[in-house]
């Protein structure tokens, strides 16, 4: 099994930044995709940003290019979500993902262990 563990969220103010970081522990997948999602209230899940364990290849959604950026610490099995020009629409519960298997990087289906989730809040 793997095992998921987000940290870092909290109340922010417009304009400030936030790193979230996702540590994975038990089976981890040294070939996988780590991606980050985030879900407001009364909507859908939505893909963030992801990156390639291994080969460090990155996506990001259009909303949050060129404000967040993923990374990666392999030594610690460790993802990061460095969040920047926070603006209320970035207020989310955030999760992080494993994909085990095969899929879009972007589909929540693709993504086979979840976080549990850590609150962002941007206020204005």
């Known amino acids: 099994q793997v095992r998921l563990v987000e940290s870092g969220g909290g109340l922010v103010q417009v304009g400030g930044s936030l790193r979230l970081s996702c540590a994975a522990s038990?089976?981890?997948?040294?070939?996988?995709?780590m991606g980050w999602f985030r879900q407001a209230p009364a909507k859908e899940r939505e893909f963030v940003a992801a990156?390639?364990?291994?080969?460090?290849?990155?996506y990001y959604s259009d909303s949050v290019k060129g404000r967040f950026t993923i990374s990666r610490d392999n030594a610690k099995n460790t993802v990061f979500l460095q969040m920047n020009s926070l603006n209320p629409e970035d207020t989310a519960v955030y999760f992080c993902?494993?994909?085990?298997?095969?899929?879009?990087?972007?589909?929540?289906?693709?993504?086979?262990?979840w976080g549990q989730g850590t609150q962002v809040i941007v206020s204005s």
């Open positions: 993902a494993i994909r085990v298997s095969s899929g879009y990087y972007s589909k929540v289906s693709s993504y086979d262990y």
């Open positions: 038990g089976r981890t997948f040294s070939s996988q995709l």
């Open positions: 990156i390639s364990w291994s080969g460090g290849r990155t």
